[in-house]
């Protein structure tokens, strides 16, 4: 009987270890952030910035202000830069005339009125993107 009561309590600590981490890994804090096409109304300024390669002027600056309008226009202070979508989480901004691609932000973190965005250019490259941080104005 002692053999059994022992080999049971050991089943039931591993049952209950596997719980523990079955729950705990599915957690909602393992999503990726990602933008709606209503958290990003409004106008937002550049605070800081800085990238992750050398890349080049892509005429982002700090103070410059990014306002988002309900019916996908956009300005940025970036030429042609006038139109946007959201898609898969990400904005994707455009050229109104051409559609051209221009930017692609993707959200790194988001508290309260201030967000931490990685800038890419046309395309999602690794390492090839500038790290802005937002506040809501």
Same mark, same amino acid.
């Given at each position: ?33 990602s933008f709606d096409s209503e958290s990003i109304l409004g106008t937002w300024e550049i605070q800081s ?6 890349? $080049?002027?892509?005429?982002?600056? %700090?103070?410059?202000? #990014?306002?988002?309008?309900? &019916?996908?226009?956009?300005? +940025?202070?970036?030429? $042609?830069?006038?139109?946007?979508? %959201?898609?898969?989480? #990400?904005?994707?901004?455009? &050229?109104?005339?051409?559609? +051209?691609p221009m930017f692609i932000y993707q959200l790194v973190h988001r508290e309260g009125n201030k967000m ?22």
């Amino acid at each position: 009987p002692l053999f059994r009561s022992k080999n049971f309590s050991l089943c039931a600590l591993v049952a209950l270890l596997a719980l523990v981490f079955v729950t705990t890994s599915c957690s909602k804090d393992d999503e990726t952030p990602s933008f709606d096409s209503e958290s990003i109304l409004g106008t937002w300024e550049i605070q800081s910035m800085n990238y992750a390669t050398a890349l $080049g002027d892509w005429g982002i600056e %700090v103070h410059q202000k #990014l306002t988002f309008k309900g &019916n996908s226009r956009c300005t +940025t202070g970036i030429a $042609g830069e006038t139109s946007y979508k %959201v898609e898969d989480g #990400l904005i994707k901004t455009y &050229n109104e005339y051409s559609e +051209t691609p221009m930017f692609i932000y993707q959200l790194v973190h988001r508290e309260g009125n201030k967000m931490h965005v990685r800038v890419y250019k046309k395309v999602v490259e690794e390492g090839k993107y500038y790290n802005i941080h937002l506040e809501k104005k």
